[in-house]
């Protein structure tokens, strides 16, 4: 059996990886599954590479654990992700919780934030986007640190 993998393929999706500062990225065709995993301190990107698999028994690629599988214990307890308190990503991106790291965050817990103020902010493809609450409260939980790869809808903030 030839191998049917096509290194201008797997250049190209490196290519996007690094573009949009996407963590994971995975191709597939009849042919093959191709999947890059970038690693969480953003220093090499892993390939796999596994032929098609029938429909019936998917190949799963191995993959290296992410930050949040490597996370304390204790920052894993309560989910979020449903909670109507929590601010939540609006992109996939990297959290930034100040301006830049000589000026202080934006917000710190026992803070105290009214509607609309900014919590945070997501980089994506070199943009700085802001995160603004949702409701005005005081700020219970911050869930990441800043510099941590975000998914879209993924709790950032929770305010009660």
Request: proline share 10%.
């Amino acid at each position: 059996m030839s191998n049917p993998l096509d290194t201008k393929i797997i250049s190209r999706l490196a290519e996007i990886l690094d573009k949009t500062n996407l963590t994971e990225l995975e191709y597939e065709d009849e042919s093959c599954r191709i999947s890059l995993v970038r690693n969480p301190a953003g220093v090499a990107a892993t390939a796999a590479y596994a032929p098609a698999a029938p429909v019936a028994a998917p190949v799963a690629a191995p993959q290296p654990a992410t930050p949040a599988a490597t996370a304390p214990v204790a920052a894993a307890e309560e989910d979020y992700t449903n909670s109507p308190n929590a601010v939540k990503s609006p992109m996939v991106g990297v959290v930034y919780l100040s301006a830049d790291p000589k000026t202080p965050n934006y917000v710190k817990v026992g803070d105290t934030v009214a509607e609309g103020d900014t919590v945070c902010l997501v980089e994506a493809m070199k943009t700085f986007n802001p995160v603004k609450a949702h409701k005005g409260g005081k700020v219970a939980k911050i869930l990441v640190e800043s510099g941590d790869p975000v998914e879209y809808g993924e709790p950032l903030v929770v305010i009660e």
